[in-house]
């Protein structure tokens, strides 16, 4: 069974470019949540989706991100014009839909650098 | 969310076993213990979880005492690999627990 994919693993954009994170849940898995860790520090919650619909985007920055998890496809994370402190390793995770949501399975991570 | 208190830093020698403690006083009736540990340029992994007593696996055992007000993570004869960073979240599987919440967490390092 492949695990959660992420891809690129690496991104580098100048500032006000925009960056766009895809992430692959694993087989079976409907519930896809994104976190940001910044250069020493814990992962920090950005948002849970679902197929078709976002539940929490309550760890969103209120501009220039957005988050998507279509029908068929990969879950994107999607930055507008960068800045300098949008540099972060950025975390896919999937859980399957029967089982506690704090159990979740992790990807390699996309880390962003802003330039 | 209930706040957890585990050390910074951790030193071992490989063939060691290393326990790691974690304080969660204000732990509630429904919530479970969960330990992650991520290795350098990865993403956390979920190594186990526990609501009471103990709790073992191919890679650890958890150790949680009658209060549930701590919990043990204990790491049989360690080798370099499993130098990383290991977290411990306390969540209750409710509502918006899904937000999991990763501390600082405690970097082991293990030498040969």
């Known amino acids: 069974n492949a695990g959660v994919m992420q891809n690129p693993r690496h991104l580098v954009r100048r500032r006000g470019q925009e960056a766009r994170l895809r992430c692959s849940p694993m087989?079976?898995?409907?519930?896809v949540y994104w976190y940001r860790q910044l250069p020493e520090e814990g992962l920090k919650f950005m948002v849970y989706?679902?197929?078709?619909?976002?539940?929490?985007e309550s760890g969103m920055p209120k501009e220039r991100f957005s988050a998507e998890f279509p029908k068929e496809g990969p879950s994107i994370l999607r930055i507008q014009q960068v800045v300098r402190g949008d540099s972060a390793a950025y975390f896919c995770?999937?859980?399957?839909?029967?089982?506690?949501?704090?159990?979740?399975?992790f990807g390699p991570g996309t880390r962003l650098t802003v330039l | 969310l209930a706040k957890t208190t585990q050390p910074i830093s951790m030193d071992s020698y490989e063939g060691q076993e290393v326990n790691i403690t974690c304080s969660h006083n204000?732990?509630?009736?429904?919530?479970?213990i969960t330990w992650y540990q991520q290795f350098p340029s990865q993403g956390p992994r979920f190594i186990i979880q526990?609501?009471?007593t103990k709790v073992t696996n191919e890679v650890a055992s958890l150790f949680i005492p009658a209060d549930r007000k701590s919990s043990t993570l204990s790491l049989p004869r360690v080798s370099l690999s499993d130098t990383a960073v290991y977290y411990c979240?306390?969540?209750?599987?409710?509502?918006?627990?899904?937000?999991?919440?990763f501390g600082a967490g405690t970097t082991v390092t293990v030498r040969a």
């Open positions: 989706l679902q197929k078709e619909n976002i539940i929490d």
């Open positions: 204000n732990i509630a009736t429904n919530d479970y």
């Open positions: 526990g609501y009471k």
């Open positions: 995770a999937s859980s399957p839909p029967s089982t506690r949501t704090d159990t979740q399975y």
């Open positions: 087989k079976g898995h409907s519930h």
């Open positions: 979240l306390v969540e209750g599987g409710l509502s918006d627990d899904y937000k999991l919440s």
